[in-house]
């Protein structure tokens, strides 16, 4: 229930940051009052993050007030924040993985003695957790605990701080449909109990659903502040970008060929040494994109990984074309050709140190064309390939020659691109290629992958954004716990609520279905297509 | 205050601040350290005057710079070799040791009357040795992640134990009167002088493996694998280079040159094998190349300032009468320096105007 | 076993030095920093505490001056590693050449001299316990401090609130940042007491265990100490073993060589060095099975707040 007293919660007026000479915001007003679910919403780069950075703490503004509770407030630091009664659950959840959770908790407290009173820490835990209804064990490490709960362990924290303002970061990427929903009982629940909670997302379905009133920032400025009840998607993704969007890609049906990628009862491990992918079988065909929807964390890294020969595949086979490639260099995978696009642009898909060049060398300087007298590189060769693509793929940068950590993410990812899919390639493993991007980008590289997919490539699409999976797949596997639990041969006659159940661990063959068609009414196996 | 400081990432550097950044870490190093030598009672002036005249004042003076900036040159290659994969081989000294002991021994158990085939035979020696002393440490970090940083060192003390062993012992001159060394080397035995000064023929190497450096790194497919490893392991298994093999042919090829260095001393320059012929060559290396960012160039301008520095620190040993350990002073205010300059590389300083809000 | 006592009670007195170095190095890593510099700063702790000692006749004064002096170089390191970011590494090693030479430097006028130093004071009562007795409570007073220490170290990391800011800032800084704690301060204040203890071990050399004052004394003893801090999983229980243990190393090569067998000098030198890569190895293997806990997550990992301006 939103109660607009006499004064706002919170009230930020004007908030000017800038950064290198970007403006990452510029005359912004925010306001939040009790009990009240308000949205801050944007494209990435909007500067969502740098003003809750702000109101957080974190960083400090150029200009502009920032009121609590009526009582003008200047923050320094996260401490002064604190005390102001604002918590933030960042989306990197700010938790040390190998303390435990209540060691967490107690982390940084105020009010601490000098000797740490587990005890009272515990107890207080619980009472937050009946009063608001979230459920974590407190003595458990926090890396033994999935995702959903270690949020759940952020969000005590913020509680357990008295706090009375909760700013939560993009908190849905990382949960599936179930677990999004639990989260918004959670913060009903919060509501309920008289706090403000900011909601910062560009998941419009979710925004829609959760929100009292909605802030749409772009570029740094705010555009409108609105009632949830006087919008639509339409209307908000339209001020998000300021022009019409459109929300189908023009994806034309194709007919999917023969296998091109069969992997068979992989058993991969991860870094830890424990096993991440578990006796996984899977098939891509030539002109179809195969989705791979779970939520990340099941082993979908590692699965890919091993698909494209950079980690070791313990068990079973992976046959391109037929050939057999387990036990094989990386390289022999590229020369079959497997072209991979990690998750991790910066981690190990790019050497951000080196230049444009060097990254397009990075997984080309063996090719003959490349080399000269078999031990040197032909570097006149790759600068000019270089710059075909960089122009092909529109990458905007600052010289060939300039390290690649000065390209914006959108631009690494189209390098990433450009290398990768230059070369024909007959399969292509994407992973969350469109995280992190604004539409146009992401639009950019969707299109991009359905070219490959029309030129005849087997894409493999490993999203946690179900939206996206959705909306491009030909076919979907569902994967939990290193596992597949099921393939979806028509994404059209699925719901999420499905999705969301296998994601969570349900196989496909447990789903009952009402209408009685596959099922022979003994019980026994129902079609694996609904 | 109307004006605050901003710092601001720095993504490129020209060649410009490259050179002279180095430049300017010295100087302030040597100022740092000359009010450390005045802490300690001595004058700086004196000391810094004496040690220039002594080591660039005359044309021997000169070569004796050069004489010791061969060792530096070819070890700061072997030690900046590794680093460039972040593969810390702080072992140069033993592995130095390590090429000095084969040498020796080739010299002992394979004699030969002709120089080519002696002085072949003990670079063989030299390098096998030096290589598989670099050997065991990269295949403890390939196999196990060994910290190489505590194997190599560790390996140092071993060494020269090692080398003592066969001075003192087996190996030692009867005729040495109370000081161990091994007999004095025949003349096949020997590197050629250059002119009749002590310059030998290990410049040529010297100057050789900075060219074979400059060319491997930039030019070849392996300088690239390098590079890569160096600047992200990840993104390198991603592109299909092999860590593990790397490193241990990496720590095998910069164990293999550092042995050359030793080699060289002894065929070059002493002649002999004693106890402690190296005062630390293989350490100065870390800071040879460390000072010269790796780059070959800067490896060899360094060595002959590190030349200047230790043949004038043999002056004012004679002179004045300091410990050779003022110059390790010296060096570690000049590493500090350099490290602290180093966030000038990062950084660039503003001084903005604090804008009225 | 009666032949055992002494050398075990001499394998406390040579592992002492090292456990201090350790457990100093202990803190610093576990806050994220590494400090390659100990076996400089051990130098710089002897020297400093044989001539304080030497010219005040008070070796308590010495050790608080070897402290001190261990603090005031650490810090050096702590802004390159801290502040600057730069490679800690090298910064280390820079520590241990000016560590080194300095304590030549200074030192060239005391090599050779003795002072009266730490005497042995037997603990009563506790002395007289058969084994124990003699092995851990017939030493001197920095000795029962090191006893001490441990323990403090031990309630401290694992009870008090500070040592839990501790353990989360050598994981996740960023972390320890965002609940408004100073990341860069505690790595700070870590260092500089890290490399106070590891020149208070310094000058339990030339104090209490020789008495005089000789170049290079520690004889790579900073290094094994390193080296230690792995073998101990970052533990102060555990780096009580392996100090222990080469002492033990250390003792039994004394010995040896005072029995004076035909085993050559030289050889018998190499012993620690060896017996620290093997226990290295041994450590490392181990780790591969993934046995034990890892290294604290941002060891060595320069941490910038980069937007504060």
Request: proline share 4%; glycine share 12%.
């Amino acid at each position: 229930m939103v109660s607009v007293g006499p004064v706002p919660l919170v009230s930020m007026r004007g908030i000017e940051k800038t950064f290198v000479g970007v403006k990452a915001n510029s005359d912004v007003d925010l306001d939040l009052e009790r009990g009240e679910v308000h949205t801050l919403l944007g494209e990435n780069g909007a500067g969502k993050s740098t003003l809750m950075n702000i109101l957080s703490g974190l960083y400090t503004v150029d200009s502009g007030a920032i009121v609590i509770n009526g009582e003008p407030r200047v923050f320094r630091s996260p401490r002064d924040a604190i005390r102001a009664g604002i918590g933030m659950v960042h989306q990197h959840f700010m938790l040390v993985p190998t303390l435990s959770v209540w060691e967490n908790v107690a982390l940084g407290l105020e009010d601490q003695p000098f000797l740490l009173d587990k005890g009272r820490v515990i107890e207080r835990v619980g009472d937050i957790q009946k009063r608001y209804g979230i459920h974590v064990d407190p003595l458990a490490p926090v890396w033994q605990l999935s995702i959903g709960e270690q949020q759940r362990v952020a969000i005590i924290k913020t509680l357990y701080r008295s706090a009375d303002i909760l700013i939560l970061d993009e908190p849905t990427s990382v949960l599936t449909p179930q677990e999004t929903r639990a989260l918004f009982r959670t913060i009903r629940q919060i509501t309920a109990e008289g706090h403000g909670v900011i909601f910062i997302s560009h998941k419009l379905d979710e925004v829609m659903d959760i929100s009292d009133r909605i802030t749409v920032l772009r570029k740094g400025k705010k555009v409108a502040t609105v009632n949830v009840k006087d919008v639509t998607k339409e209307s908000l993704a339209e001020m998000m970008v300021g022009r019409r969007v459109v929300f189908q890609i023009g994806k034309t049906l194709q007919n999917p060929g023969r296998v091109i990628l069969e992997a068979r009862e992989l058993v991969v491990r991860g870094d830890r040494g424990r096993v991440r992918v578990d006796h996984f079988s899977l098939d891509v065909r030539q002109r179809e994109i195969l989705g791979l929807a779970g939520v990340s964390g099941n082993g979908q890294e590692e699965l890919c990984d091993a698909l494209a020969g950079i980690r070791k595949t313990e068990k079973g086979s992976v046959r391109v074309d037929g050939y057999e490639l387990v036990g094989k260099s990386t390289r022999e995978f590229q020369k079959r050709g497997i072209s991979y696009i990690p998750a991790d642009r910066i981690g190990t898909g790019l050497v951000t140190g080196m230049n444009l060049r060097e990254n397009i060398a990075l997984r080309k300087y063996w090719r003959k064309e490349f080399t000269r007298f078999r031990f040197f590189i032909h570097w006149e060769n790759i600068a000019g390939r270089t710059g075909q693509l960089v122009e092909r793929y529109s990458v905007v940068n600052p010289g060939l020659g300039f390290p690649a950590k000065m390209l914006s993410g959108g631009n690494l990812q189209k390098l990433m691109l450009a290398r990768e899919l230059s070369d024909d390639p007959r399969v292509v493993i994407a992973v969350q290629p469109t995280w992190g991007l604004d539409v146009s980008a992401t639009l950019f590289v969707r299109e991009t992958l359905l070219e490959q997919r029309d030129k005849g490539a087997g894409v493999l699409l490993v999203s946690d954004d179900l939206e996206e999976i959705l909306s491009l797949s030909d076919r979907i596997a569902v994967i939990h716990n290193g596992r597949l639990m099921g393939i979806v041969e028509d994404p059209d006659s699925v719901t999420e609520e499905q999705m969301g159940l296998m994601m969570a661990g349900t196989r496909l063959e447990e789903f009952s279905n009402p209408v009685g068609e596959g099922s022979d009414g003994q019980g026994k196996e129902v079609s694996p297509s609904l | 205050m109307r004006y605050r400081i901003v710092l601001r990432r720095r993504f490129k550097t020209g060649a410009f601040f490259e050179g002279i950044l180095p430049v300017i870490s010295i100087v302030a190093a040597l100022l740092f350290s000359g009010g450390a030598l005045l802490l300690f009672g001595v004058s700086p002036l004196a000391a810094y005057r004496a040690m220039f005249r002594g080591a660039l004042g005359s044309g021997y003076g000169l070569s004796e710079v050069i004489v010791k900036a061969i060792p530096l040159v070819i070890s700061g290659v072997a030690v900046a070799l590794a680093f460039r994969m972040k593969v810390w081989n702080i072992g140069a000294e033993g592995q130095i040791y390590l090429g000095a002991l084969a040498s020796a021994a080739a010299v002992r158990f394979l004699p030969s009357d002709s120089q080519v085939v002696m002085l072949l035979t003990m670079t063989v020696a030299a390098i096998i040795a030096g290589g598989a002393w670099g050997y065991v440490a990269g295949f403890l970090k390939s196999r196990w992640n060994v910290n190489e940083v505590i194997t190599t060192l560790m390996l140092n003390y071993v060494g020269i134990h090692l080398a003592d062993y066969f001075i003192y012992g087996p190996w030692r001159d009867p005729s040495s009167l109370g000081f161990p060394m091994t007999p004095p080397f025949p003349p096949s035995a020997r590197l050629p002088l250059f002119f009749g000064t002590r310059v030998h023929l290990g410049i040529l190497a010297a100057v050789l493996l900075v060219l074979l450096f400059r060319l491997v790194i930039r030019w070849t497919r392996w300088g690239f694998e390098i590079r890569a490893i160096g600047d992200n392991p990840r993104a390198a298994e991603y592109a299909g280079i092999n860590y593990g093999r790397n490193v241990v042919l990496l720590m095998f090829i910069s164990g293999a040159i550092a042995g050359l260095a030793g080699m060289t001393e002894i065929a070059g320059l002493q002649g002999r094998l004693q106890p402690g012929f190296s005062p630390g060559y293989g350490y100065t290396a870390i800071i040879v190349a460390w000072l010269a960012r790796l780059n070959p160039w800067g490896i060899m301008m360094v060595s002959f300032f590190m030349g200047v520095l230790l043949v004038g620190g043999d002056t004012i040993q004679v002179i004045m009468r300091l410990p050779l350990a003022s110059v390790q002073v010296i060096q570690g205010c000049i590493l500090f320096s350099v490290l602290g300059f180093e966030f000038f590389r990062n950084y660039r300083v503003l001084l903005l105007r604090r804008e009225r809000g | 076993m009666d032949l055992l006592i002494p050398i075990m009670a001499a394998a406390v007195r040579s592992g002492t030095p090292i456990l201090y170095a350790t457990l100093g190095e202990i803190l610093t890593e576990r806050s994220g920093v590494q400090n390659l510099g100990l076996e400089g700063l051990m130098l710089m702790g002897a020297f400093s505490g044989f001539s304080v000692t030497y010219t005040t006749g008070n070796p308590w004064l010495g050790v608080l001056t070897a402290f001190f002096v261990g603090v005031a170089i650490s810090a050096v390191h702590a802004f390159l590693s801290v502040s600057v970011g730069a490679n800690q590494v090298v910064s280390g090693l820079a520590v241990t050449m000016f560590g080194t030479g300095a304590s030549s430097l200074l030192g060239r006028k005391m090599i050779g001299l003795t002072v009266k130093g730490f005497g042995k004071v037997p603990v009563p009562f506790l002395s007289d316990i058969p084994v124990a007795g003699p092995v851990l409570f017939d030493h001197d007073p920095l000795v029962y401090i090191s006893y001490g220490l441990v323990l403090l170290l031990l309630w401290f990391i694992f009870r008090t609130r500070h040592g839990l800011n501790l353990r989360a800032v050598g994981e996740s800084p960023v972390v320890v940042d965002a609940m408004g704690l100073s990341a860069v301060r505690l790595r700070y204040f870590y260092t500089m007491i890290g490399g106070g203890m590891a020149a208070v071990g310094g000058a339990y050399l030339s104090l209490a265990y020789t008495k005089m004052w000789g170049e290079g004394m520690s004889a790579g003893r900073g290094w094994i100490a390193v080296a230690l801090v792995i073998f101990a999983v970052w533990h102060p229980a555990r780096a009580v073993l392996g100090a222990y243990l080469f002492g033990g190393v250390g003792a039994m090569q004394l010995r040896i060589q005072a029995a004076g067998t035909s085993f050559p000098t030289p050889i018998m030198m190499m012993m620690p060095y060896l017996f620290t890569i093997l226990v290295l190895l041994v450590i490392s293997v181990k780790k591969g099975k993934g046995i034990l806990i890892d290294a604290p997550g941002a060891l060595g990992v320069p941490y910038s707040r980069e937007d504060r301006t």
